[in-house]
T-cell receptor, first 114, second 114 residues
Framework: NAGVTQTPKFQVLKTGQSMTLQCAQDMNHEYMSWYRQDPGMGLRLIHYSVGAGITDQGEVPNGYNVSRSTTEDFPLRLLSAAPSQTSVYFC?????????????FGQGTRLTVV | GDSVTQMEGPVTLSEEAFLTINCTYTATGYPSLFWYVQYPGEGLQLLLKATKADDKGSNKGFEATYRKETTSFHLEKGSVQVSDSAVYFCALSRDGGSQGNLIFGKGTKLSVKP
């Protein structure tokens, strides 16, 4: 049981380039989300999904797109990378929105935009 | 809006010392409260949780009590070990207890010296 898998683990982009951060879970979880972690800022929610075909914005959605075509996958797209998007990105999933369901996190993707 | 405030780190302790990491929150309604731990190079893991006032969450020797009157959820451990060195995040859930949509504090880095 792999849990939540994120790829790549590290990435360097030039300003203006695009890329997709991959996230996959094999636990049949309904709920998936993307956070970014910045020094002194904790984790901030970018986008989330409550099921296949349904996505919504979090606290800091600008510059990012998401889609959820399957239960397992929730990719995060950067259309035109900016230095302000240098961060560590975490994908998380949980079984549902009901109480006491644990959230599982991937190991993170460290992104540097130069 | 909802928010979580943690004591700033880093915190450096000797092995077997007593640990307290303060956490207070601001929220409407009755959020669930969580402590997550992030070991170096890894994603976040749930450490403990409490879903209503006066609940005590506990795990691996760590404890935290949900205090509604003081809006606090302080993390404590009676005797820390070197293996407890990590970053600790306090968080609250906005969705009736689900951990899918969390607000995090900024994190407190703990270093335990032998």
């Amino acid at each position: 049981n792999a849990g939540v898998t994120q790829t790549p683990k590290f990435q360097v982009l030039k300003t203006g380039q695009s890329m997709t951060l991959q996230c996959a879970q094999d636990m049949n979880h309904e709920y998936m989300s993307w956070y970014r972690q910045d020094p002194g800022m904790g984790l901030r929610l970018i986008h989330y999904s409550v099921g296949a075909g349904i996505t919504d914005q979090g606290e800091v959605p600008n510059g990012y797109n998401v889609s959820r075509s399957t239960t397992e996958d929730f990719p995060l797209r950067l259309l035109s990378a900016a230095p302000s998007q240098t961060s560590v990105y975490f994908c998380a999933s949980s079984y549902s929105l009901h109480m006491n369901t644990e959230a599982f996190f991937g190991q993170g993707t460290r992104l540097t935009v130069v | 809006g909802d928010s979580v405030t943690q004591m700033e780190g880093p915190v450096t302790l000797s092995e077997e010392a007593f640990l307290t990491i303060n956490c207070t929150y601001t929220a409407t309604g009755y959020p669930s409260l969580f402590w997550y731990v992030q070991y170096p190079g890894e994603g976040l893991q749930l450490l403990l949780k409490a879903t209503k006032a006066d609940d005590k969450g506990s795990n691996k020797g760590f404890e935290a009590t949900y205090r509604k009157e003081t809006t606090s959820f302080h993390l404590e451990k009676g005797s820390v070990q070197v293996s407890d060195s990590a970053v600790y995040f306090c968080a609250l859930s906005r969705d009736g207890g689900s951990q899918g949509n969390l607000i995090f504090g900024k994190g407190t880095k703990l270093s335990v010296k032998p």
